[in-house]
């Protein structure tokens, strides 16, 4: 690996004063959350290691984490992909094309085994083979088992790589699959969301690369410094929710003093990820700032989870288009008839029972 | 049978108030049990007090009250205080319930009835279908239960010790995302999210149940007060004094 340039060397070759480079990592370390103390640490890891190369690859996908990816303000896309990684494959952004980008990826994964990280966008459909997804003349599932093989470890990108998404939403046809349910032997880290928040992406690259290792994962397997938390616990309309001050329609006065969207759907409260501290576009903003509901795109099974616009949501995962009141209030309308009704025949057979009763009722005791 | 004979009341005594002499033969056949002691009532209405808590602010967090506009959001914590009588009124009732456990250990022996069905016992599955039958009006009168009627125990057992071990598991389970990734509470029971698949539909969960506990109290409540007018025991008293007393002396 010696023949690859530590990240200092590339970021000076391009002109970078070092007042700037420490610029840069006094922003990244703020980024990561990370206390002054450890701006040189990254100045030191930036200055001494190689960069690590990387290997994107694309399955069944809309490119939109991608997208997100390229936006990213601290640290620049451009700073990560020049200078911070060594991006040698990535077949929506290199250069090179048909055979000589599947040879650019061969040489990688010989060169670097068992030492590059495989960046996978997008999942694989299983069902006929993987034929649905079909990428350099291959099943995409074949491209990410042989990409996998000799990596160091995976991030999933976005939902699809993470969950599934909207491809893997019932009924499923191509049965799109999660990476982690096909690729069970490397570490692998959920980056969800869709997209990603772009500086979300950027910072978990430049943490692995700083410390060497993976993040702090949570149970799902997500960088807690960014899941740690729901949209909810740091939303900014969070007053407006304690107060009891609500949208009720989205051309209300309460839409336009910006009250809580929690009536209108919002999945703030049930949703883990960064968008209400670190925001979106260079922090200018996120969906609730907009003055829409969040509507959960980072969580397991989001499109299956019924409407973006109700709070008690249809209860699709039991087959069922009903929602918890509308089961609730059938299953009590129903029994309370059954027990208005029998109230009713206790009352007659009892009064029945008495009528019997009372001729011979002094013969009974007697 | 011929009690005046004997039991008749001295004529010397008067009788008191409007009871007249087939009155106090009656009272001679009556029997009393003291079937639940004071812990258990004590935490019977506690219990009933929490839920009712719990399901009216519960459906008015899912389905919030139209919005209050009385000033700025400072100084106004409306959903804050629903939302706060949720959790105050689950913990008491989570604490109540592991009362009610502990006493189920130390109790007598009707305490126990609550956390477990006698399925092995042939003469219990006798009695539930004997009690079905009293129910769909085939029997023209029920059998005598000191306890719980074994229908009645079914119930109770579902809907209270099942129903309400899902409602605290469930209702942690979302406690616990306020208390943050790492917390305790997020450590023991996070884990039952991603068991049902997520935050979202834990919540659904939780308020499916909390159906299922409203239904159970329909039923509670008007099979305690039929039973009491109709069967051969006391039933509504009984959970205030503690004392079954029987209206007769047939022991079949």
Not at chain 1, 325 to 331: R, S, T, W, Y
Not at chain 2, 213 to 222: A, E, G, Q, S
Request: proline share 5%; glycine share 8%; with cysteine.
């Amino acid at each position: 690996m010696a023949e690859i340039e530590t990240f200092y060397d590339v970021m000076r070759r391009q002109g970078i004063t070092r007042r700037s480079f420490m610029k840069y990592c006094a922003l990244t370390a703020s980024a990561l959350g990370l206390g002054p103390a450890f701006v040189p640490k990254i100045a030191n890891a930036m200055e001494t290691k190689p960069r690590t190369p990387v290997i994107w690859v694309h399955g069944l996908e809309c490119t939109c984490c991608s997208e997100s990816f390229i936006r990213s303000a601290h640290p620049l896309a451009k700073d990560v992909v020049l200078s911070m990684i060594s991006l040698d494959y990535d077949d929506t952004l290199m250069a090179a094309a048909g055979h000589a980008a599947e040879a650019a990826m061969k040489d990688t994964i010989e060169k670097y085994k068992g030492n590059y990280i495989l960046a996978v966008e997008g999942n694989p459909p299983l069902n006929e083979d993987g034929m649905f997804c079909i990428s350099g003349g291959k099943p995409f599932v074949e491209k990410l088992k042989y990409a996998a093989k000799d990596a160091k470890a995976i991030i999933s990108w976005g939902a699809c790589a993470s969950y599934g998404c909207v491809q893997a939403a019932k009924p499923n046809p191509t049965q799109a699959t999660p990476v982690h349910k096909v690729i069970t032997d490397k570490p692998i880290i959920k980056v969800p969301g869709c997209p990603p928040i772009a500086e979300v992406m950027t910072g978990v690259i430049t943490y692995m690369l700083t410390f060497d290792r993976l993040p702090e994962l949570d149970r799902q397997g997500r960088p807690a410094m960014f899941y740690g938390q729901r949209i909810h616990d740091k939303c900014y309309r969070r007053p407006h929710f304690d107060a009891g001050q609500f949208v009720e329609e989205w051309d209300d006065e309460g839409a336009r003093k910006g009250y809580c969207l929690y009536k209108m759907g919002c999945k703030g409260p049930t949703t883990y990820n960064a968008c209400s501290t670190v925001r979106w576009n260079d922090g200018v903003s996120f969906p609730i700032q907009s003055g829409h509901g969040c509507i959960g795109c980072s969580e397991d099974g989001f499109w299956d989870q019924g409407t973006f616009y109700d709070r008690v949501t249809d209860l699709n995962q039991f087959g069922v288009k009903k929602n918890a009141d509308q089961i609730g209030l059938a299953a009590a309308g129903v029994v309370g008839g059954g027990i208005a009704l029998h109230a009713a025949v206790s009352a007659l057979k009892s009064a029945q029972s008495k009528a019997q009763k009372s001729p011979s009722k002094t013969n009974e005791e007697a | 049978m011929n009690f005046e004979a004997t039991q008749r009341p001295d004529p010397g005594v008067p009788l008191t108030g409007d009871a007249t002499e087939a009155d106090l033969a009656t009272v001679t056949r009556n029997t009393s049990v003291y079937v639940y002691e004071a812990p258990v009532r004590l935490w019977h209405w506690i219990n009933a007090a929490a839920i009712l808590v719990l399901c009216v602010t519960g459906y008015l967090i899912g389905s919030p009250l139209p919005s209050v506009d009385m000033g700025e959001a400072t100084h106004q914590f409306l959903f804050g205080y629903i939302r706060f009588a949720h959790f105050a009124a689950a913990m008491i009732m989570t604490v109540g319930f592991f009362g009610r456990i502990y006493w189920a250990f130390v109790g007598n022996s009707h305490s126990r009835q609550l956390f477990r069905l006698p399925i092995w016992n042939r003469r219990w599955w006798s009695e539930v279908v004997d009690e079905a039958k009293w129910y769909a009006f085939l029997k023209k009168r029920p059998k005598k239960y000191v306890g719980h009627n074994p229908l009645a125990q079914i119930a109770m057992f579902f809907f209270m010790t099942l129903g309400m071990s899902f409602m605290i598991l469930t209702g942690f389970a979302i406690y616990a995302e306020a208390e943050g990734y790492g917390s305790l509470l997020d450590q023991v029971f996070g884990p039952l999210r991603d068991l049902v698949g997520g935050s979202h539909v834990m919540h659904q969960l939780h308020h499916l149940g909390m159906w299922a506990i409203v239904v159970f109290v329909m039923i509670h409540i008007y099979a305690a007060i039929r039973e009491d007018i109709m069967s051969r025991q006391s039933m509504v008293s009984t959970i205030i004094s503690g004392t079954r007393t029987f209206k007769d002396d047939d022991p079949t």
